[in-house]
């Protein structure tokens, strides 16, 4: 079993930046990709950022060129860095991981940080 702690969500005025950790621990060696989903309220969830174990990443439309996505194979977690933050980006975001190659329902999530961008 793997499990899944995120951190660093918050309040941020528009235009700025945060960032969002998630630490795995458990069956580690099992983990694949890595990723980072949102779900805003009335909305479905949709992706934000993945990242395979041999660093390929993945990115939403929406945050392509302001979100930028790392992982640290060592100390088994995975990092969002989000940059230039619109209201739009306010979500429940939530970090995922799973041993084959993309994220699924079925995977393992934790249990999601609030991110809150103000205008």
């Known amino acids: 079993q793997v499990q899944l702690v995120e951190s660093g969500g918050g309040l941020v005025q528009a235009g700025g930046s945060l960032r969002l950790s998630c630490a795995a621990s458990?069956?580690?060696?099992?983990?694949?990709?890595m990723g980072w989903y949102r779900q805003a309220p009335g909305k479905q969830r949709e992706l934000v950022a993945t990242i395979t174990k041999d660093g390929h990443t993945n990115y939403g439309d929406s945050v392509k060129g302001r979100f930028t996505i790392s992982r640290d194979n060592a100390k088994d977690t995975v990092i969002l860095q989000m940059n230039s933050l619109k209201p739009e980006d306010t979500a429940v975001y939530y970090c995922?991981?799973?041993?084959?190659?993309?994220?699924?329902?079925?995977?393992?999530w934790g249990q999601g940080t609030q991110v809150t961008v103000s205008s």
């Open positions: 458990g069956s580690i060696f099992r983990i694949n990709v």
């Open positions: 995922a991981a799973d041993s084959w190659s993309a994220i699924e329902d079925d995977s393992t």
